[in-house]
């Protein structure tokens, strides 16, 4: 059963920074595709960024520039580093891992809040 934990969340001022981190049970290199969504208040879980086991990367354009995606294959883990947060950041943020056979598995969340 793969099971992936997330970590790194919390109450940070405007501007500040955090990092997440998602450990993945197993061999990342098992999924295609490794992502973070969030799910914001009364909103729908959107995609925040992608990376391929290539390392190719993708980011919604509300990112873009501030937050960065990566993966350590030798750790099983995946990394969202996000700088210059705004309020409208705060979410609860879930890592995704894709297999190649399209399957998904998720983890449980982090809280993110982003106020002064």
């Known amino acids: 059963q793969v099971q992936l934990a997330e970590s790194g969340g919390g109450l940070v001022q405007p501007g500040g920074s955090l990092r997440l981190s998602c450990v993945v049970s197993?061999?990342?290199?098992?999924?295609?595709?490794m992502g973070w969504f969030r799910q914001g208040p009364g909103k729908q879980r959107e995609l925040v960024a992608i990376i391929t086991s290539g390392g190719t990367t993708n980011y919604a354009d509300s990112v873009k520039g501030r937050f960065t995606i990566s993966r350590d294959n030798a750790k099983n883990t995946a990394y969202l580093q996000m700088n210059s947060l705004k309020p409208e950041d705060t979410a609860v943020y879930y890592c995704?891992?894709?297999?190649?056979?399209?399957?998904?598995?998720w983890g449980q969340g982090t809280q993110v809040t982003v106020s002064s």
């Open positions: 995704n891992s894709r297999a190649y056979n399209l399957r998904d598995y």
């Open positions: 197993g061999s990342i290199t098992s999924f295609a595709v």
